[in-house]
């Protein structure tokens, strides 16, 4: 069911190197780049890989905030006393921190930080979805309020606009939570519990696969879908094909991963822009969806490069090199292509900023920040 040291050191000065040597050739229309590093503000290697996402964004003022887990107790473990805890770094457009808090959080759960359309802070974390009320007086005494439970098995989507969030919880009755945000955020609950659900086509009304203010969308076999929020029965079969992962970009563009591609395609099935990539590169965005801009008019695609396969000896294809490619959907070009480590250890992930100026890229315990230069037309029609 879709909701499914030193030695560190080394490697992380020599990734660095290698990617500013990168930077050299890349294109990068202003060059202004700021990097930052988590151990100083406590980041330690994961006990494993985890599922812990999503873990950076970008606010409204081009400020980047960072999550990560780290352990803090080894005694007795309670639910109020956890043994990990939830840190969240926010860093200004020049790099510097601004703002340092802490959840504690159970290791059996997952943790993640969300931003509303006011860049109010929502952090996943100890099995609920908690809002930051923040206090202008004491920016380092804000109060976390609880929103939602949330439970491992809960699964969180959230609108282009950051203005909804929409919270699949398998265990609850009902299992929807629909999430209005504002300076006062709205909840409407909906959805059908598991025990009354009678087939696949049903199911799919409690975690669509992307979802705008208006809408949720699922694909079903290929075959996407839409209905207005918790309200299931009104849905409709949209007259397009969307293999492969896809998000919504607005209710009338989408931004599918082909494998070998991207597309934007229209809602009635009207392909609007296809980039082209080099010999032996795809999208990949199965673990890394697809980012997109606040009106949906740039997008920030994960591109590998795949080498040495060969189907008939049945060999798999190896990692040759990895990007970040940034498109102006409207234009209909490629604005900057900015490269990443080949491999990474612990934790990759990616945020482009509401208005498409900026694009932040965590890999393990290093974050840069790419001003991409030129802001994103409003609108796409």
């Not at 590093?37 to 980047?64: N, Y």
């Not at 009207?270 to 082209?276: C, E, G, K, Q, Y």
């Given at each position: 069911m879709y909701p499914g040291l030193r030695k560190w050191n080394v490697w992380i000065l020599l990734a660095t190197l290698a990617c500013t040597a990168q930077f050299a050739s890349a294109q990068s229309p202003t060059g202004n780049i700021v990097?930052?590093?988590?151990?100083?503000?406590?980041?330690?290697?994961?006990?494993?890989?985890?599922?812990?996402?999503?873990?950076?964004?970008?606010?409204?003022?081009?400020?980047?905030?960072?999550?990560?887990?780290?352990?803090?107790?080894?005694?007795?473990?309670?639910?109020n006393q956890p043994s990990l805890s939830f840190h969240i770094v926010r860093f200004s457009p020049d790099g510097k921190a601004d703002l340092s808090l802490s959840l504690p959080t159970n290791a059996a759960g997952r943790t993640g930080i969300y931003l509303s359309d006011t860049d109010q802070i929502i952090a996943r974390a100890n099995n609920s979805l908690?809002?930051?009320?923040?206090?202008?007086?004491?920016?380092?005494?804000?109060?976390?309020k609880i929103l939602a439970p949330c439970t491992a098995r809960g699964h969180v989507t959230q609108s282009h606009s950051r203005q909804t969030l929409h919270l699949y919880t398998e265990d609850a009755d009902p299992p929807v939570t629909l999430i209005r945000l504002s300076q006062q955020p709205g909840l409407q609950s909906c959805g059908k519990a598991h025990q009354f659900i009678k087939s696949v086509e049903d199911s799919i009304q409690n975690f669509p696969q992307s979802i705008t203010d208006e809408?949720?969308?699922?694909?079903?076999?290929?075959?996407?879908?839409?209905?207005?929020?918790?309200?299931?029965?009104?849905?409709?079969?949209?007259?397009?094909?969307?293999?492969?992962?896809?998000?919504?970009?607005t209710n009338e563009l989408f931004a599918l991963d082909t494998r070998t591609g991207v597309e934007v395609i229209s809602s009635s099935g009207?392909?609007?822009?296809?980039?082209?990539m080099a010999k032996h590169e795809s999208a990949d965005s199965l673990w890394e969806p697809i980012r997109a801009s606040e009106r949906g008019?740039?997008?920030?695609?994960?591109?590998?490069?795949?080498?040495?396969?060969?189907?008939?000896?049945?060999i798999g294809s190896h990692v040759t090199a990895r990007r970040i490619a940034v498109y102006d959907v409207e234009a209909?070009?490629?604005?900057?292509?900015?490269?990443?480590?080949?491999?990474?250890?612990?934790?990759?992930?990616?945020?482009?900023?509401?208005?498409?100026?900026?694009?932040a890229i965590l890999e393990d315990d290093v974050v840069r920040v790419v001003d991409l230069g030129g802001v994103a037309k409003s609108g796409v029609h």
């Open positions: 990097v930052l590093k988590l151990r100083t503000f406590g980041w330690e290697p994961p006990e494993s890989r985890g599922i812990d996402t999503p873990s950076i964004a970008i606010d409204h003022k081009d400020r980047v905030l960072v999550g990560f887990t780290v352990r803090e107790r080894n005694g007795l473990v309670t639910r908690q809002l930051l009320q923040e206090d202008e007086g004491n920016p380092q005494g804000g109060i976390w809408y949720a969308y699922f694909s079903l076999d290929g075959d996407p879908y839409r209905w207005p929020h918790c309200d299931y029965e009104h849905r409709v079969q949209l007259p397009l094909r969307v293999p492969g992962r896809w998000v919504v970009l009207h392909v609007r822009f296809r980039p082209d008019d740039r997008i920030a695609v994960h591109v590998r490069t795949l080498r040495g396969g060969n189907r008939t000896l049945d209909g070009k490629e604005v900057a292509s900015i490269p990443a480590s080949v491999k990474y250890h612990y934790r990759f992930a990616f945020d482009l900023s509401p208005d498409g100026r900026r694009l």
